[in-house]
């Protein structure tokens, strides 16, 4: 009898600890998702027309970056952030014609750039 309560105590515990874990996996798949989507609309938008100079609807807010980075797997956060630097580099790489207007020097660069960046910003 003293087994048998002890096991159902251990058993409900156990399935107490790791549904509360799975809620917090869920909540933080949902919130990386939100920012991911945003990313993802924004990265593809540039992909469509890259053009140095973005509209509003189209730039990225520092407080997405930093949520996105930090929601992250470990593992790719450190080439996430080196793929980030490399498209910021060539976004910088400009050139302009004879009338003023600027121009990516390497357009091609710039989209792989962001192709690499598209890869990060899957949903989960």
Known sequence: ?????????????????LGHRMNLWREKRKEFNEVATRILVALKS?????QPYFTTEEKISGKDMETFQ??????????FK????????ECDDLTRDSVGQAFYSRPDAVGKALDKLIRYSGLR
């Open 70 to 79: 930090h929601l992250l797997h470990p593992w790719k956060r450190s080439s």
């Open 82 to 89: 080196a793929a980030w630097a490399a498209y910021q580099a």
């Open 46 to 50: 540039r992909q469509r027309s890259p």
């Open 1 to 17: 009898m003293n087994e048998t309560l002890t096991v159902g105590l251990l058993t409900f515990l156990f399935g107490l600890l």
